[in-house]
C-alpha cells in the first residue's frame, strides 16, 4: 500500500488523479490497471478509510480533495482517467478507464478479509507466525494495530495452497516475463494467459508484483 506523507486537503480532485497515474505507471502499470488504482484509492478517501501522515507524521484519515458526495467525485474522477489516459496513453486502446474489479486496499482490504473469516496478525511479530490463536478476526484489535501504524498483516488460512509470487521489482528481472518464458501462453489455461487479470483472484504487492492462490492437495512442497 502507498503511504502519503502529505494531506490532499489542498489538492483538487484532478490534481490528485494525475499526481497518482503518473507515479503507478512510472513503476511500469499499465494505464487501464493504473486508472482502477486510482479509482479505487479516492473512493477509500471519501469512505473515510484512507489513512496519510500530516506535515508533523502524525496518521490521520486522509481529507477528501473536495467537498463533494462520492458519486460527484468519482464521475469527476472518471472524466479525469478518460482525458490522462487519451492525452498522456495515445496507445492505449481504452478510451475510458474500466471500474476496477472488487479491488481492496489498505483498510478496506483488511476488512474484507476478516469478513470472509479469514484472522490475521501484526505480520512482525513473527516468532508467533505458528500459532493460530494469535491471529484475530476481532476489528477493534486490529484497528489498535492499524492506529500505532501497522499496515502489513500476516492472515492465517485453513487447508493446503499453493502459491505463486511473481516478482516485479523496478530493476530486478521481471518475475512475470520469466514464467511466459518458461510457459508459453498458448500452453497455459485461458486464467493464466494474461496475468494477473486473468486471474479469478489475485493479490497486489507494493512493488507492482502479485501473489497468485491455488488449492493443492499434492505432496508438501517446500521453498528452496
Known amino acids: 500500500m502507498d503511504i502519503r506523507i502529505l494531506p490532499f486537503s489542498d489538492k483538487q480532485i484532478s490534481n490528485f488523479v494525475i499526481d497518482t497515474m503518473t507515479g503507478f505507471i512510472a513503476r ?9 488504482f486510482a479509482r479505487c484509492e479516492l473512493t477509500a478517501i471519501y469512505k473515510g478509510e484512507h489513512h496519510s501522515r500530516d506535515t508533523s507524521g502524525k496518521w490521520i484519515i486522509t481529507p477528501p480533495p473536495e467537498d463533494m458526495s462520492i458519486d460527484a467525485a468519482l464521475v469527476k474522477c472518471d472524466e479525469v482517467l478518460a482525458n490522462f489516459i487519451s492525452s498522456k496513453c495515445p496507445a ?3 478510451a475510458t478507464p474500466k471500474k476496477p474489479r472488487n479491488e481492496y486496499q489498505g483498510s478496506t482490504a483488511i476488512k474484507h478479509v476478516v469478513s470472509a473469516g479469514v484472522r490475521v496478525k501484526d505480520f512482525y511479530a513473527r516468532s508467533s507466525d505458528h500459532d493460530p490463536t494469535a491471529y484475530t478476526t476481532d476489528l477493534n484489535k ?3 494495530m492499524w492506529n500505532k501504524g501497522g499496515r502489513r498483516f500476516k492472515a492465517f488460512i485453513k487447508g493446503r495452497f499453493l502459491v505463486l509470487d511473481f516478482d516485479r521489482k523496478p530493476g530486478k528481472p521481471d518475475g ?10 498458448e500452453t497455459l489455461p485461458a486464467e493464466l494467459q494474461n496475468l494477473p487479470e486473468s486471474f479469478p483472484c489475485y493479490v497486489k504487492t507494493p512493488s507492482n508484483g502479485f501473489h497468485l492462490y491455488f488449492k493443492y492437495a499434492g505432496q508438501e512442497l517446500k521453498n528452496e
Not at 511500469?28 to 482502477?36: H, I, L
Open 176 to 185: 512475470l516475463e520469466a514464467f511466459y518464458r518458461m510457459f508459453p501462453k
Open 28 to 36: 511500469g502499470m499499465n494505464p487501464e490497471t493504473a486508472a482502477g
Open 142 to 144: 486490529i484497528g489498535a
Open 92 to 94: 492505449s486502446t481504452t
